[in-house]
């Protein structure tokens, strides 16, 4: 069986105005961390028994917070720990989230000499003035300068982040913006539509009424950008991500097509998943403090689902993990088969569903196939993803 890793780095130098993901504003990473993830990481990997032989990873993805903060002993470290694993499939992929600000030759430098082969950067956009509005971190020159690095000393895989219909962007910028980034070539882009959370500072000052969105011109514009990047080569193969041909994230892809996946860190989730499709998720405790207290901590024998205050254990029964096989399945351009299905729950999807399907496909907003292995597969297609949640109402 393969596994998907994801290391959670909740360290960023300054929190950016949109951002809802777990990090605390520090510009260095604690060594002491650094030495707990490793620990967990230890015990998650033996407790799955993934050691090369019956399990391995597919996929290592380390996100944040800012990860590129890492020094370059404490990625040799993380790198060292996995050399001495030799737990990966042949063909894994292993990725860090970088911010612009940070690349520089020395980083790739000690990048291109670990097991990582991905990098993801968090350009966001390329328009100084939307940059500075919602406190992100560096400049168009940063971005400019990280792609110059990327593209000249970077010879493995690369993607870049961009949301689209930030504060202050038009048409003309972001437009500009991504023409720019396409001369750079990367392999794959992440292009999110902005979702104001209530808990950020941005959506404390929209729901005050300090600032004005309008969310029409914003899903307008992901729709012409969604077809610009169509036609410059990137295959749209989920809701927010486009990639080139063969060079779809893993990682991604694992939670989309129901795989197990564990999650390590201050803040991570992973879940594992039973035989019968029910499952057991955990979700690492939000205090740095306390997180690097248990794991250095030897006598505790990391009896962890008897500690409350290091992790939350969440029971994921039958009923709601077929829900999130097609909330997150059917997020994929190519979206689901009835043999996935029968593989993970061993019965056929419920006659309730396969009708909302056939009405769907009715108003050409699914397309139903029959697979050479006496499967058929479901998808929602380009326009009927747009309307994934309607479906979702519709099946629960």
Same mark, same amino acid.
């Given at each position: 069986m393969?596994?998907?890793?994801?290391?959670h780095?909740?360290? &960023?130098?300054?929190? &950016? %105005?949109?951002c809802d993901?777990?990090?605390?504003?520090?510009?260095?990473?604690l060594?002491?961390?650094?030495d707990s993830?490793? #620990?967990?990481l230890?015990f998650? %990997?033996?407790?799955y028994k993934i050691?090369?032989v019956?399990n *391995?990873?597919q996929?290592?993805?380390?996100g944040?917070?800012?990860?590129?903060?890492l020094?370059?002993n404490?990625?040799n470290?993380?790198?060292?720990f996995?050399l001495?694993?030799n737990a990966?499939?042949?063909d894994?992929? !292993?990725?860090i989230?970088? =911010?612009?600000?940070?690349?520089?030759?020395s980083?790739?430098?000690s990048?291109?000499q670990?097991l990582?082969n991905?990098i993801s950067?968090?350009?966001?956009?390329? =328009?100084?003035?939307?940059?500075?509005f919602?406190?992100?971190?560096?400049?168009?020159?940063?971005?400019?300068?990280a792609?110059?690095?990327?593209k000249?000393q970077w010879?493995?895989? !690369?993607?870049v982040?961009l949301? &689209?219909?930030?504060?202050g962007?038009?048409?003309?910028?972001f437009f500009?913006?991504?023409?720019?980034?396409?001369?750079?070539?990367?392999?794959h882009?992440?292009?999110?539509?902005l979702?104001?959370?209530?808990?950020?500072p941005l959506?404390k000052?929209?729901n005050?009424?300090k600032?004005e969105?309008d969310?029409?011109?914003a899903? =307008?514009?992901?729709?012409k950008?969604?077809d610009f990047?169509?036609?410059?080569?990137?295959d749209q193969?989920?809701?927010? =991500?486009?990639? *080139?041909?063969?060079?779809?994230s893993k990682?991604n892809?694992?939670?989309?097509?129901h795989?197990?996946?564990?999650?390590v860190g201050?803040?991570?989730t992973? #879940?594992v998943y +039973?035989d019968d499709?029910?499952g057991?998720?955990?979700?690492?405790?939000?205090?740095i403090?306390r997180?690097?207290n248990f794991?250095?901590?030897?006598?505790?024998s !990391?009896?962890?689902? *008897?500690?409350?205050?290091?992790q939350?254990?969440?029971?994921i029964d039958?009923?709601?993990?077929?829900?999130e096989?097609?909330l997150?399945?059917?997020?994929?351009?190519?979206?689901?088969?009835?043999?996935e299905?029968e593989n993970?729950?061993h019965k056929p999807?419920?006659? *309730?569903i396969?009708k909302?399907f056939?009405?769907?496909e009715q108003?050409?907003l &699914?397309?139903?196939?029959?697979?050479? +292995?006496?499967?058929?597969?479901y998808?929602l297609?380009k326009n009927g993803?747009?309307?994934?949640?309607?479906?979702?109402?519709e099946?629960?």
């Amino acid at each position: 069986m393969n596994f998907s890793l994801y290391i959670h780095i909740p360290f &960023c130098v300054s929190k &950016c %105005l949109y951002c809802d993901f777990y990090s605390v504003p520090k510009n260095k990473i604690l060594e002491s961390y650094v030495d707990s993830v490793i #620990t967990e990481l230890s015990f998650r %990997l033996n407790e799955y028994k993934i050691d090369g032989v019956i399990n *391995k990873l597919q996929s290592v993805y380390i996100g944040g917070g800012t990860p590129s903060l890492l020094t370059k002993n404490q990625i040799n470290k993380l790198n060292d720990f996995f050399l001495s694993k030799n737990a990966f499939t042949d063909d894994f992929e !292993f990725t860090i989230e970088v =911010n612009p600000d940070d690349v520089s030759e020395s980083f790739i430098e000690s990048i291109n000499q670990t097991l990582i082969n991905r990098i993801s950067c968090g350009l966001q956009s390329m =328009n100084d003035d939307v940059l500075q509005f919602v406190k992100r971190r560096g400049s168009v020159s940063d971005n400019s300068r990280a792609l110059d690095l990327l593209k000249s000393q970077w010879k493995k895989n !690369f993607s870049v982040d961009l949301i &689209c219909g930030l504060p202050g962007e038009s048409e003309e910028s972001f437009f500009s913006g991504l023409n720019t980034i396409l001369k750079y070539m990367p392999n794959h882009i992440s292009m999110y539509s902005l979702t104001i959370e209530d808990s950020t500072p941005l959506g404390k000052m929209f729901n005050s009424g300090k600032i004005e969105y309008d969310f029409d011109f914003a899903d =307008n514009l992901w729709l012409k950008a969604k077809d610009f990047l169509e036609k410059n080569g990137y295959d749209q193969y989920e809701v927010s =991500n486009f990639s *080139k041909k063969g060079f779809e994230s893993k990682h991604n892809l694992s939670y989309w097509n129901h795989q197990s996946y564990l999650g390590v860190g201050s803040g991570a989730t992973g #879940t594992v998943y +039973n035989d019968d499709g029910s499952g057991i998720r955990w979700t690492n405790t939000q205090n740095i403090e306390r997180y690097i207290n248990f794991w250095q901590e030897k006598s505790n024998s !990391f009896n962890i689902e *008897k500690n409350d205050d290091i992790q939350e254990l969440e029971q994921i029964d039958v009923e709601t993990s077929k829900i999130e096989f097609f909330l997150m399945g059917l997020r994929k351009l190519s979206g689901i088969t009835t043999k996935e299905y029968e593989n993970i729950f061993h019965k056929p999807i419920d006659d *309730k569903i396969i009708k909302v399907f056939k009405k769907w496909e009715q108003k050409s907003l &699914c397309k139903i196939q029959n697979e050479h +292995n006496d499967s058929v597969r479901y998808s929602l297609g380009k326009n009927g993803i747009l309307f994934l949640n309607a479906f979702l109402e519709e099946i629960v």
